[in-house]
């Protein structure tokens, strides 16, 4: 990942760019999650776990819009 200082730019700013760069690219969750290895049926468990957590939020911001409705 490179960034090119712009004429007059701060160090700040550049560095602000550059960060804004790596979490719009991923790179650093992408890192940390292929740190250690995972088996395929840990993978599945950990999608799995977070799909039911999604599906409760939803359902729990549902009921919420609900009841302000009300």
């Known amino acids: 990942m490179t ?3 712009r004429p007059g730019e701060s ?4 560095l602000k760019r550059f ?3 790596v979490t719009q690219s991923r790179i650093l969750s992408t890192y940390r999650r ?10 599945r468990r950990i999608q799995k ?3 039911i957590r999604k599906a409760q939020r ?13």
């Open 3 to 5: 960034v090119e200082l």
């Open 11 to 14: 160090f700040d700013s550049l």
């Open 19 to 21: 960060r804004k760069e």
């Open 34 to 43: 292929r740190r250690w290895f995972v088996s395929k049926s840990e993978q």
């Open 49 to 51: 776990r977070k799909a």
């Open 58 to 70: 939803r359902l729990w911001r549902r009921q919420r819009q609900q009841s302000k409705r009300r």
